[in-house]
C-alpha cells in the first residue's frame, strides 16, 4: 500500500524568505500526486496536482512542485512566501494503475510564516 | 450549495451512545468520500462511495462504523457504540468523477466529533 512521508511537521519561515516542504512517497509505480493546503479555520483545499506531462507544476498563488520519479519525491517550493501562506499542507498521493483508489495523505507539514 | 456542507460542525458525545454525521456533496457529483483525520495526523480513508454503492469500505476501522448513501447525494456516517479513540474531525469529500481517473476532489470544513 502505499504510503506518504512529510519529513518536517513544522516549518517556521520569515516572510519573503524561500520555502521547500518536502514529500517523499513509497511506491515506484505510476501515481498521481497532489498538494492539499488547510487554512486557519477551513477545509482541504487542491493547491496543486501532478497527473501526467510536464513534471513541474504550479499553483495560482506560487507555489510549484516538482515531480522526481527516480526519488519518490514531490517536493513543494515557494521563493517568496508571504503571511498568508501560514497554514497547514498535505501531500497526496493515489496509484495510478489501480482504479479508484482513495487518496492517501502525509501527516502534514505546519508552514508558519513570521513577519 | 457552494461546496460540501457537514453537519454538526461540532458533536460531544458520551462514550457508548451512537452518533450520526451527515454529508451534503456538491450537487452532481458522483463520488463521495470519508476521511478522519485526528490530532496531529494526515486524513485517513474510510470509506467511498461511487452513486449509491460503497465502492471502497476498506478503511472502516471497524463494525461499529457504517455509512450509506441511499440516494447517490447525501451520506451519513453512523458510529455505534462511540469510544474515546473514535474523537476526531471527520472529513467529508466529493468529486465529479471518481479518484481513478483524478478529479479534484472538495472537502468539507469537517465534524469535530468529541467523545468524553
Known amino acids: 500500500a502505499q504510503s506518504v512521508t512529510q519529513l518536517d511537521s513544522q516549518v517556521p519561515v520569515f516572510e519573503e524568505a524561500p520555502v521547500e516542504l518536502r514529500c517523499n512517497y513509497s511506491s515506484s509505480v505510476s501515481v498521481y500526486l497532489f498538494w492539499y493546503v488547510q487554512y486557519p479555520n477551513q477545509g482541504l483545499q487542491l493547491l496543486l496536482k501532478?497527473?501526467?506531462?510536464?513534471?513541474l507544476v504550479e499553483s495560482i498563488n506560487g507555489f510549484e512542485a516538482e515531480f522526481n520519479k527516480s526519488q519518490t519525491s514531490f517536493h513543494l517550493r515557494k521563493p517568496s512566501v508571504h503571511i498568508s501562506d501560514t497554514a497547514e499542507y498535505f501531500c497526496?498521493?493515489?496509484?495510478?494503475?489501480?482504479?479508484?483508489?482513495?487518496?492517501?495523505f502525509g501527516k502534514g507539514t505546519r508552514l508558519s510564516v513570521i513577519a | 450549495g457552494a461546496g460540501v456542507s457537514q453537519t454538526p460542525s461540532n458533536k460531544v458525545t458520551e462514550k457508548g451512545k451512537y452518533v450520526e454525521l451527515r454529508c451534503d456533496p456538491i450537487?452532481?457529483?458522483?463520488?463521495l468520500y470519508w476521511y478522519r483525520q485526528s490530532l496531529g495526523q494526515g486524513p485517513e480513508f474510510l470509506i467511498y462511495f461511487q452513486g449509491t454503492g460503497a465502492a471502497d469500505d476498506s478503511g472502516l476501522p471497524n463494525d461499529r462504523f457504517f455509512a450509506v448513501r441511499p440516494e447517490g447525494s447525501v451520506s451519513t456516517l453512523k458510529i455505534q457504540r462511540t469510544e474515546r479513540g473514535d474523537s476526531a474531525v471527520y472529513l467529508c469529500?466529493?468529486?465529479?468523477?471518481?479518484?481513478?481517473?483524478?478529479?479534484?476532489?472538495?472537502f468539507g470544513q469537517g465534524t469535530r466529533l468529541t467523545v468524553v
Open positions: 497526496a498521493v493515489s496509484d495510478r494503475n489501480s482504479g479508484n483508489t482513495p487518496l492517501v
Open positions: 450537487s452532481g457529483h458522483t463520488a
Open positions: 469529500a466529493s468529486s465529479p468523477q471518481p479518484w481513478g481517473v483524478a478529479s479534484e476532489a472538495f
Open positions: 501532478y497527473l501526467s506531462g510536464s513534471t
